[in-house]
Nanobody, 119 residues
Framework: QVQLVESGGGLVQAGGSLRLSCAAS????????MGWFRQAPGKEREFVAR????????YYGDSVKGRFIISKDNAKNTVYLQMNSLKPEDTAVYYC????????????WGQGTQVTVSS
């Protein structure tokens, strides 16, 4: 079992920045990759970013490339999402998730943190 807890959401004006954190606990040594997803009201869940736990290779959704940065702190078992140049369309609940074996199946999810970007 892996437990994930997100934090850092809030209200920010367009053009501003926020940094989300996702603290992992439990069987974190089995984690292959961590991802960030988001879901806005009435919309499907959207992939935001992914990072490979060993090595740090990163991947981004098209809508956030060049604005968001995913990173990790292995010692703290924590993944971060630095969000810059925020837009109102970035408003959503953001979730982190763990992929245990590289299959792109995220078996564990956090409870989510709300990000609201005002225009």
């Amino acid at each position: 079992q892996v437990q994930l807890v997100e934090s850092g959401g809030g209200l920010v004006q367009a053009g501003g920045s926020l940094r989300l954190s996702c603290a992992a606990s439990g069987r974190t040594f089995t984690t292959f990759a961590m991802g960030w997803f988001r879901q806005a009201p009435g919309k499907e869940r959207e992939f935001v970013a992914r990072i490979i736990w060993n090595g740090g290779r990163t991947y981004y959704g098209d809508s956030v490339k060049g604005r968001f940065i995913i990173s990790k702190d292995n010692a703290k078992n924590t993944v971060y999402l630095q969000m810059n140049s925020l837009k109102p369309e970035d408003t959503a609940v953001y979730y982190c998730a763990a992929d245990e074996n590289g299959s792109y199946v995220y078996a564990y999810w956090g409870q989510g943190t709300q990000v609201t970007v005002s225009s």
